[in-house]
């Protein structure tokens, strides 16, 4: 059976993917699925990047507010609702354009991983999450000792993903890593898709002036408003949400942990770090083709990515 062809657009954070991706789209009369792993949340704007109505430029974007801060989410529930709303895009004849820098949200689409139905118990979670409190990087530690490939691809202060992987690992007997961390499709598992996929890159030193600008324009455009917003809507600093690049920051700063100019600093910081890991996450698909935004410049980074999705995909009428 021939598979569904989706197409793909990632790279680090500030390398310029929403404003490309709503150029393709419009072209490829495609409609944008988003693998944002803050975008998802209500109230969660301008500390996402979450393009508005006018950067949308008319093309229809899926998988943003769809769930309250508050709630629940992770990567399984976003592979079933990004592949419902997949499904119906190419059932109203229409072509999918997944857009985002969540690695694990891309991969959960372009690979075939095979999610845990391991049942989430919240008693052992705070059992856990008190564990790692008294003393930061136990859990990591704990995790090392069965299942060593994930705790590498994961950083010691990513509580809520080790605490997921100490639970998969308690309920069912299997490690995280046999599940859902096959990356490389050892198991050589069939997809139910054909990703098409194109990466930004860009100079590094381009890349973090971009990053320090744009934590500038959200400050301006009152990113610590929204942050006082969340708060004083009854929302607990210590949900998982909330830990998000900027949020956690600037909820330090107003916890009276850190002046507003340290918040701010941190906050490029941390994401000129969390680029850094983006660049080494993309780089291990080989799938990808990437086009560098330092050469081809104004229209031509488009044109060229445009280019090579029509000839990968056959689509003579794009």
Same mark, same amino acid.
């Given at each position: ?87 119906? &895009?190419?059932?109203? !004849?229409?072509?999918?354009? $997944?857009?985002?820098?969540? #690695? +694990? ?46 705790a590498a691809r994961l950083h010691p202060n990513d ?70 917003? &969340?708060?004083?809507? !009854?929302?607990?600093?210590? $949900?998982?949400?909330?830990? #998000? +690049?900027?949020y956690k920051q600037l909820i330090m700063h107003l ?64």
């Open positions: 059976m021939k598979k569904k062809k989706i197409f793909a657009i990632v790279g680090p954070t500030a390398s310029g993917k929403t404003a490309v991706s709503v150029k393709i789209a419009a072209r490829l009369n495609a409609e944008i699925v988003s693998a944002d792993s803050i975008q998802i949340y209500h109230g969660m704007d301008i500390g996402s990047a979450k393009p508005t109505f006018e950067e949308m430029c008319g093309v229809k974007h899926h998988m943003i507010d769809i769930v309250d801060i508050d709630d629940d989410y992770n990567v399984a529930l976003f592979r079933k609702q990004a592949g419902e709303c997949i499904d119906d &895009i190419i059932a109203r !004849g229409k072509l999918p354009l $997944i857009c985002g820098g969540t #690695g +694990l949200y891309v991969n959960s689409l372009v690979y075939p991983l095979n999610f845990s139905s391991a049942e989430p118990s919240f008693e052992r979670r705070s059992e856990l999450a008190e564990i790692e409190t008294n003393a930061p990087g136990t859990l990591h530690l704990m995790l090392n000792e069965f299942d060593p490939q994930t509580t809520k993903r080790i605490i997921r992987a100490i639970e998969v690992y308690e309920s069912t007997g299997e490690t995280m890593s046999s599940c859902g961390g096959d990356f490389i499709n050892e198991r050589n598992a069939e997809i139910e898709y054909q990703p098409i996929i194109a990466g930004i890159t860009m100079d590094r030193a381009k890349l973090y002036s971009r990053i320090e600008h744009r934590v500038d324009v959200m400050m301006q455009n009152g990113f610590l408003n929204e942050v006082k917003q &969340i708060l004083n809507a !009854g929302f607990d600093r210590s $949900i998982p949400a909330l830990q #998000g +690049l900027g916890s009276g942990e850190c002046t507003l100019d340290e918040a701010v600093e941190l906050i490029k910081r941390d994401t000129r770090r969390f680029a850094k890991r983006q660049i080494s996450w993309f780089k291990r698909d080989k799938r990808i083709r990437w086009f560098d935004a330092d050469s081809l410049v104004g229209e031509e980074l488009t044109d060229s990515i445009f280019e090579y999705f029509v000839s990968e995909s056959n689509y003579g009428r794009c």
